[in-house]
């Protein structure tokens, strides 16, 4: 199974005709489709559904480290159901292992890498908003995603120019540079008062990704820890943009990058 964009393989020969050049007239149509089709194509293959870098910064970043391990590719809705299309690097290998060491170097811990037996997907978030110009007073270094979304809530709760906003799933499109989280139960948290709604953010929340973009009927996000890799998942959306189910994944709050 294959999720790459279909490609055209043209071939060409030229030979010289005896036939005035006249009679090409008829035949310019079908010239000129030829080479437009030639174009469109680049001359080869298209290289694929993801090969379009993001304009967000934060998004940028984050596809930048996909490519650069390998570009773990997983698939979900319809009948894929958590299809890996392509794998990476994997976390305990070279460069990847030493790399995650930087991812956990941003939260506070120097001396964890891909070795040590510890999930490092907040890790991941919080060293592509660190290298992606995002200050620590708008976006926590914390390692653990409850922590940070807690945070992010507190914050939005206190300032009316707040740079993450919080949003049930069901209620919000996410575009490139924003975050979509999984949890272990719904967004129960909307409905809570603060002190409880922080609560279940730091409680229930599973994992998040980064949106890198949103085409073709999915949401592509990247995030570490997936797949033991820096990892893409393509996640199905309905006709608004909003996400849609997906088996073994319970969307929990989708996080609005303002910045």
Known sequence: MNFDSPFVDVRVGWQPSSRSSQALGPRLPALLLLTLLL??????????????????????????EWTRYGRSTVVYG??????????????????LASKIGD???????????????????????AWVMAHS???S?????????????????????????????????????????????????????????ARMAKRRLESNTSHCDIVTDVRGGHVQAVGGNVKNSVSMSLFPVDSRGRLAAVPGKTWFVVVEKRV
């Open 103 to 125: 991812y956990w170097s941003s939260c506070g811990h120097p001396n964890w890498n891909g070795r040590t037996d510890k999930p490092w997907s907040g890790a991941f978030v």
């Open 78 to 95: 319809g009948h894929a159901g958590g299809y890996v299309n392509r794998s990476g690097v994997s976390e305990r290998s070279e460069p």
């Open 133 to 135: 110009g995002v200050p």
């Open 39 to 64: 174009a469109s194509c680049g001359g080869g293959r298209s290289t694929g559904y993801a090969d379009r870098p993001p304009s967000d910064r934060v998004a940028y970043t984050a596809w930048q």
């Open 137 to 193: 007073s708008e976006f926590p270094r914390d390692a653990r995603h409850g922590t940070y979304l807690a945070a992010l809530y507190d914050k939005e709760h206190r300032s009316r120019n707040a740079a993450f906003v919080l949003h049930v799933p069901s209620a919000y499109s996410p575009k490139p540079g924003d975050l979509v989280c999984s949890g272990s139960s719904g967004p129960t948290w909307a409905h809570a008062d």
